[in-house]
């Protein structure tokens, strides 16, 4: 049970920000919106999350729309490396419960 | 990789023998996670545990057992393996409820 809507692909030009959106519209008020992206068949890797507020660090911005129903991650500067599946996971907080993954953006950097 | 090593990275084993994967983290964490990995189902838990000798069950843990004997090491055992758990499995770790978790490189699993 994912409780998250993503689309399948996307392509973003290399050096342009990418945006990947997700839907939750389920989500409830102590649950956290994570961000994870795996690279070939490399164990995923935490982006970032956050609550209610929108989030920023080194890697990503992580921007949760006002009633809690979607979110956007934005990578910036696109590089290359980017190239990934993105995941986004809503986790209810305090509970130590498992991250659920659904299939994810496939995201693909172009030249 | 946060500190987490897991061993063995590949395995062929076959149908019918018990095999032991484990999970080895050097961050003292309080919660780690046993994952799998299969085309078309993204990752699903297998079993998860939150210190030790306290584990749970995740959604797809027929066939799995664990075991968490102390803080840095959790083991996987498939008790007579199957041709369909054949998939790479994943060991994660995280320091608190409400913290991000990270995973380890995966161990690819082939019975045959």
């Known amino acids: 049970d994912a409780k998250t809507t993503q689309p399948p692909s996307m392509d973003c030009a290399e050096g342009r920000a990418a945006n990947l959106p997700c839907n939750h519209s389920?989500?409830?008020?102590?649950?956290?919106v994570y961000w994870y992206r795996q690279i070939h068949s490399q164990g995923p890797q935490y982006i970032i999350h956050?609550?209610?507020n929108n989030e920023t660090n080194e890697m990503a911005s992580l921007i949760i729309t006002e009633d809690r129903k979607s979110s956007t991650l934005i990578l910036p500067h696109a590089t290359l490396r980017d190239t990934a599946v993105y995941y986004c996971?809503?986790?209810?907080?305090?509970?130590?419960?498992?991250?659920?993954f659904g299939t994810g953006t496939s995201l693909t950097v172009i030249p | 990789d946060a500190g987490i090593t897991q061993s063995p990275r590949h395995k062929v084993t076959e149908t019918g023998t018990p095999v032991t994967l484990r999970c080895h983290q050097t961050?003292?964490?309080?919660?780690m996670y046993w994952y799998r990995q299969d085309p078309g189902h993204g990752l699903r838990l297998i079993h998860y545990?939150?210190?030790?000798?306290?584990?749970d069950k995740g959604e797809v843990s027929d066939g799995y057992s664990v075991s968490r004997s102390k803080t840095e090491d959790f083991l996987l055992t498939l008790e007579s393996a199957t041709s369909s758990q054949t998939s790479v499995y994943f060991c994660?770790?995280?320091?608190?409820?409400?913290?991000?978790?990270?995973f380890g490189q995966g161990t690819r699993l082939t019975v045959v």
């Open positions: 996971i809503v986790r209810e907080s305090n509970t130590g419960n498992q991250f659920y």
């Open positions: 389920t989500i409830s008020g102590n649950e956290y």
């Open positions: 956050g609550l209610k």
């Open positions: 961050e003292n964490h309080r919660y």
């Open positions: 545990s939150y210190g030790v000798k306290d584990t």
């Open positions: 994660a770790i995280a320091p608190g409820a409400d913290t991000e978790a990270f």
